[in-house]
């Protein structure tokens, strides 16, 4: 196999039919989502959360199509460190997703919200929705996805990783902007199935082809089974901490006030932690056949590589437009919600017509996350790391804690310990640290100073609770 490929020359005349056919029936699912817009009431609640009428099945495929777009990321992942992938990307994962289940749902039920800021507000007030919303947007810049993006379309066509962003981001605004919450949930239902049955076919051949595990352990090295794979407990770790950010992700909890109620929810993350288990399973069963395969390529790119030889005529371009419908499908979520903290949390006071304003912000925060992936020097890992750690570090702690003390912390007291979180982390990083402290990662140091900020100055009294500035 070869490490490097000229991936259009590819593929056949029946490939480019299927994937045309699988691109213009998601682009039929947006359209439809468009549709029901217009039917509808046409309100900014029915705009940014489909009105409260997500059923299970659309919250289900919605919920796992979202979660993936960073594919070339998780193969880089397992492609250099094994099933540390999966440890890190997965496990941590999946119990974070039960635990959210169990314990979140009914306490965010109440409140009524419309974004994470938002319920921020009507936890603790004013300043803290803002300070929410400024992380939550900087957390929720599709980076990764949109350099996903450029990259498979570099691959497909051999346009460079730049154009293929700019060009990408264009389209999926488009059709985004056109439906609402209606056309991204539709379209992932589209690619929902395509996805799934994509990265199946894949360790399918695989084991058929080349053999089960003896093959993979008899051709990679033996940390690939390790599940730090020999980069330490401490780097292994983070990743569990990141994954804790769930429990505040603003896609789960616009999935959550989407929903037609808590049992829905509840029920829906328990069936797509399920869903998210067996896919893992495949990405990193797939990563590993490229890794053992073709142990010279690109990190990012083995897998696609690896996949395009390996499949027969006509699954080829099912299997492209698997990898496609990954990205858009996360890209597309990950855009509406950045928007939304733009247009509904911080500039709602300014422009009165919320849906105008989150299209043009859905441009706007595309065209800036290409170059944010310009400034990470396309590393996935680096993207993931930076963004992830400064959301979690500095909100998971106090919106937690919201949840355990209800009403004992301030709207002050929220926004100082988000804000000294921050503060310390950066600084932590920009000190030249050496030995056993240049292991420490700024992220741990956050989580401690804003948790020692909100134990020692939270309120024993209680206080009243801030009436959502909701209501659309």
């Given at each position: 196999?070869?490490?490097?490929?000229?991936?259009?020359?590819?593929?056949?005349?029946?490939?480019?039919?299927?994937?045309?056919?699988?691109?213009?029936?998601?682009?039929?699912?947006?359209?439809?989502?468009?549709?029901r817009q217009k039917r509808s009431k046409n309100t900014?609640?029915?705009?940014?959360?489909?009105?409260?009428?997500?059923?299970?099945?659309?919250?289900?495929?919605?919920?796992?199509?979202?979660?993936?777009?960073?594919?070339?990321?998780?193969?880089?992942?397992?492609?250099?460190?094994?099933?540390?992938?999966?440890?890190?990307?997965?496990?941590?994962?999946?119990?974070?997703?039960?635990?959210?289940?169990?314990?979140?749902?009914?306490?965010?039920?109440?409140?009524?919200?419309v974004t994470l800021p938002d319920l921020a507000g009507?936890?603790?007030?004013?300043?803290?929705?803002?300070?929410?919303?400024?992380?939550?947007?900087?957390?929720?810049?599709?980076?990764?996805?949109?350099?996903?993006?450029?990259?498979?379309?570099?691959?497909?066509?051999?346009?460079?990783?730049?154009?293929?962003?700019?060009?990408?981001?264009?389209?999926?605004?488009?059709?985004?902007?056109?439906?609402?919450?209606?056309?991204?949930?539709?379209?992932?239902?589209?690619?929902?199935?395509?996805?799934?049955?994509?990265?199946?076919?894949?360790?399918?051949?695989?084991?058929?082809?080349?053999?089960?595990?003896?093959?993979?352990?008899?051709?990679?090295?033996?940390?690939h089974f390790s599940i730090t794979g020999g980069t330490?407990?401490?780097?292994?770790?983070?990743?569990?901490?990141?994954?804790?950010?769930?429990?505040?992700?603003?896609?789960?909890?616009?999935?959550?006030?989407?929903?037609?109620?808590?049992?829905?929810?509840?029920?829906?993350?328990?069936?797509?932690?399920?869903?998210?288990?067996?896919?893992?399973?495949?990405?990193?069963?797939?990563?590993?056949?490229?890794?053992?395969?073709?142990?010279?390529?690109?990190?990012?790119?083995?897998?696609?590589?690896?996949?395009?030889?390996?499949?027969?005529?006509?699954?080829?371009?099912?299997?492209?437009?698997?990898?496609?419908?990954?990205?858009?499908?996360?890209?597309?979520?990950?855009?509406?919600?950045?928007?939304?903290?733009?247009?509904?949390?911080?500039?709602?006071?300014?422009?009165?017509?919320?849906?105008?304003?989150?299209?043009?912000?859905?441009?706007?925060?595309?065209?800036?996350?290409?170059?944010?992936?310009?400034?990470?020097?396309?590393?996935?890992?680096?993207?993931?790391?930076?963004?992830?750690?400064?959301?979690?570090?500095?909100?998971?702690?106090?919106?937690?804690?919201?949840?355990?003390?209800?009403?004992?912390?301030?709207?002050?007291?929220?926004?100082?310990?988000?804000?000294?979180?921050?503060?310390?982390?950066?600084?932590?990083?920009?000190?030249?640290?050496?030995?056993?402290?240049?292991?420490?990662?700024?992220?741990?140091?956050?989580?401690?100073?804003?948790?020692?900020?909100?134990?020692?100055?939270?309120?024993?009294?209680?206080?009243?609770?801030?009436?959502?500035?909701?209501?659309?």
């Amino acid at each position: 196999m070869l490490s490097k490929l000229t991936i259009i020359t590819y593929l056949s005349v029946t490939d480019w039919l299927v994937f045309g056919l699988v691109l213009l029936i998601t682009l039929a699912a947006a359209f439809y989502g468009n549709y029901r817009q217009k039917r509808s009431k046409n309100t900014a609640l029915d705009y940014l959360l489909m009105g409260r009428q997500l059923t299970l099945p659309l919250f289900v495929a919605t919920l796992v199509a979202t979660w993936y777009g960073g594919i070339f990321g998780v193969n880089e992942i397992t492609f250099n460190y094994g099933i540390y992938n999966f440890v890190t990307q997965g496990v941590f994962w999946y119990i974070v997703y039960i635990i959210f289940a169990l314990f979140i749902v009914d306490k965010i039920a109440k409140y009524n919200s419309v974004t994470l800021p938002d319920l921020a507000g009507s936890m603790f007030g004013p300043k803290s929705a803002k300070v929410a919303a400024v992380f939550t947007l900087l957390y929720m810049m599709p980076v990764v996805y949109v350099l996903s993006l450029g990259l498979f379309l570099n691959m497909i066509f051999g346009m460079s990783v730049w154009q293929g962003m700019i060009i990408g981001v264009i389209f999926t605004c488009l059709y985004t902007a056109w439906g609402g919450f209606k056309a991204v949930v539709f379209s992932d239902l589209v690619q929902f199935f395509v996805m799934c049955s994509a990265v199946l076919l894949v360790v399918l051949f695989s084991v058929a082809d080349f053999g089960g595990l003896h093959f993979l352990k008899a051709n990679l090295p033996a940390s690939h089974f390790s599940i730090t794979g020999g980069t330490g407990i401490l780097n292994t770790l983070i990743w569990g901490f990141i994954a804790l950010a769930t429990l505040i992700d603003p896609s789960f909890y616009q999935r959550c006030f989407a929903a037609k109620s808590p049992r829905v929810v509840k029920k829906g993350i328990l069936i797509s932690t399920v869903i998210w288990f067996c896919f893992d399973l495949c990405t990193t069963a797939g990563a590993l056949y490229a890794r053992a395969l073709l142990p010279h390529a690109q990190p990012a790119e083995a897998y696609f590589f690896y996949a395009v030889q390996l499949l027969p005529i006509g699954l080829k371009g099912f299997f492209i437009a698997g990898i496609l419908a990954i990205i858009l499908s996360t890209l597309n979520s990950f855009l509406f919600i950045a928007s939304n903290t733009l247009s509904f949390d911080l500039l709602r006071t300014r422009f009165q017509n919320i849906i105008v304003s989150n299209r043009i912000s859905l441009f706007v925060i595309g065209l800036v996350s290409a170059c944010m992936a310009q400034f990470f020097h396309g590393s996935f890992k680096a993207i993931w790391l930076t963004l992830g750690s400064y959301f979690s570090a500095c909100l998971l702690a106090p919106m937690l804690m919201g949840y355990i003390y209800p009403k004992r912390i301030s709207d002050n007291l929220f926004v100082a310990s988000a804000l000294t979180s921050a503060a310390v982390m950066t600084i932590w990083k920009l000190l030249p640290l050496q030995g056993f402290w240049a292991e420490i990662d700024g992220f741990y140091i956050g989580v401690i100073t804003g948790l020692l900020i909100l134990f020692l100055m939270r309120k024993k009294g209680n206080m009243s609770y801030v009436k959502s500035a909701t209501d659309l």
